[in-house]
């Protein structure tokens, strides 16, 4: 059948040649290469390239010194002691552990109401910022980045067992 349609319409595959535009590109590349203007090389495209180390000149005023690790972090743990009147104050403690620093966040002395809320958002942010939340008493509790470890003795533990306990108790003791 199809070839009916070809004598029909006059077209053989004698006539099709296939041309290939890439061809044209790489010959016009090639002999603009040949133009005596351009220098010579030996290198085929298929040869990797050797690379040099080219040579500094200030390698004979280096003294040899110890190598120092910049990402390092070298300052001192610090403890921040807060008691927050407000929820503004709670984002204080947030940003400090966030920026490494272990808080200590005393909320006796606030509305039961606005240390509901404190907790609330301090607990919620140590958990989004990894960080850890242990209650020292039922007012008062240290929240620490994710790379700092709070540890604590037996006597501690049956006062609080949870954080979500620890924020039961601190709700009921603060009405």
């Known amino acids: 059948m199809a070839g009916f349609f ?3 319409f006059g077209r053989s595959n004698d006539d099709y040649e296939e041309y290939n535009e890439f061809d044209d590109y790489y010959n016009e590349v090639d002999s603009d290469y040949d133009d005596p203007g351009y ?3 030996n290198y085929s495209y298929n040869e990797p390239i050797e690379k040099t180390k ?3 000149q200030s390698d004979h005023r280096r003294s040899p010194g110890r190598v120092v690790d910049l990402n390092q972090k070298s300052y001192q743990q610090q403890i921040v002691i807060i008691e927050p009147s407000n929820i503004e ?3 204080q403690v947030c940003d400090d552990v966030r920026s490494g620093k272990t808080v200590i966040c005393n909320i006796e002395k606030i509305d039961p109401k606005i240390a509901q809320r ?3 958002f301090i607990t919620g942010a140590a958990y989004a910022l990894r960080g850890n939340v242990m209650p020292i008493s039922a007012l008062i509790f ?3 980045p994710g790379t700092t470890n ?3 003795n037996n006597s501690l533990r049956e006062t609080s067992d949870t954080v979500e306990e620890y924020v039961r108790r ?3 003791q603060a009405r």
């Open 150 to 152: 709070i540890t604590h």
């Open 118 to 120: 404190v907790i609330d």
């Open 142 to 144: 240290v929240v620490a």
């Open 6 to 8: 070809e004598k029909l």
């Open 170 to 172: 601190a709700a009921v």
């Open 54 to 56: 080219p040579q500094s």
């Open 89 to 91: 104050s709670a984002q």
């Open 39 to 41: 220098p010579q090389d």
